[in-house]
């Protein structure tokens, strides 16, 4: 067993003096922590490790561990935890912020790469719950005709149904009457076919190719990992 005598280091604590027995004759030894403060201990803790400063390395590892959620204990709405659960709009206003500000966020590429951005009112999540209510089941948040930014007046808590309508209206607008198929154009300057996605009102180049076929291919593939993604979106949500 190791005894204990002074300037022996145990974790932050330095052991200074003894001071006294506890009740059960334990010995008490007084320690100088790294921060400053003092404290008392028994012997058998100090020895055991289970001390190891005057309880400032226990405050500081709690600190750390509560970090993430301080932000979401400290809210008043009660949505970002409920039950142990996030609600569901609390779900979808995450979604829709990580989308349109995180680029390491696997849907990034279709919205804020593309320059859709989120209102700065909303990034408070209590606007959006005021501005919007809460989330009806069988709904994601949609903006009108699949365009423009998260923000008061550009979208609604949409059924699948409307949202596979605004993102047809978004398609239609996408066939080029130059080869009158979907997705493809003719650069005249260049003599080569250019695919194309429609993303948030605007036209994204894919590269140029040859034939038709290249082109239309790379626009299929394009509009597939694009449908992908908002199939996931959506099925994410509860
Ligand atoms: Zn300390």
């Known amino acids: 067993m190791k005894v204990i005598e002074p300037k ?3 974790g932050r604590l330095t052991v200074q003096c003894r001071s006294g027995s506890a009740s059960n004759g334990d010995a008490l030894w007084e320690c100088l922590c790294i921060c400053g403060n003092t404290k008392v201990v028994r012997a058998a803790n100090l020895r055991s490790g289970d001390t190891v400063s005057c309880g400032c390395f226990r405050k500081e590892q709690t600190a750390k561990l509560a970090q993430p959620f301080a932000a979401l204990a400290a809210t008043k709405h009660g949505h970002a935890r409920r039950e142990g659960k996030r609600t569901p709009t609390y779900n979808t206003w995450q979604h829709v912020i990580s989308r349109c500000t ?3 966020s696997d849907r990034w590429r279709w919205y804020g790469a593309v320059g859709v951005q989120v ?10 719950l005021m501005d919007m209510g809460e989330r009806p089941s069988d709904t994601t948040l949609g903006r009108f005709g699949d365009v ?3 923000e008061m007046g550009n979208c609604a808590w949409m059924t699948k149904q409307q949202q596979l309508y605004t993102r047809r209206a978004n398609e239609k607008a996408n066939v080029d009457s130059s080869t009158g198929v979907k997705g493809v154009g003719w650069d005249k300057s260049r003599k080569l ?25 790379a626009y299929q593939k394009a509009k597939e990992s694009m449908l992908l993604c908002l199939r996931e979106a959506d099925s994410m949500l509860p």
Do not use: H
């Not at 209102?119 to 959006?128: A, L, P, T, Y």
């Not at 250019?194 to 082109?215: D, P």
């Open 119 to 128: 209102s700065e009112r909303w990034k408070v999540f209590e606007n959006f």
């Open 102 to 104: 995180d680029p390491s």
């Open 8 to 10: 022996q280091v145990c």
């Open 193 to 217: 076919f250019r695919a194309q996605i429609r993303i948030n009102g605007k036209n994204m180049s894919l590269g140029r190719f040859i034939t038709i076929g290249e082109a239309e291919q």
């Open 148 to 150: 423009g930014n998260y």
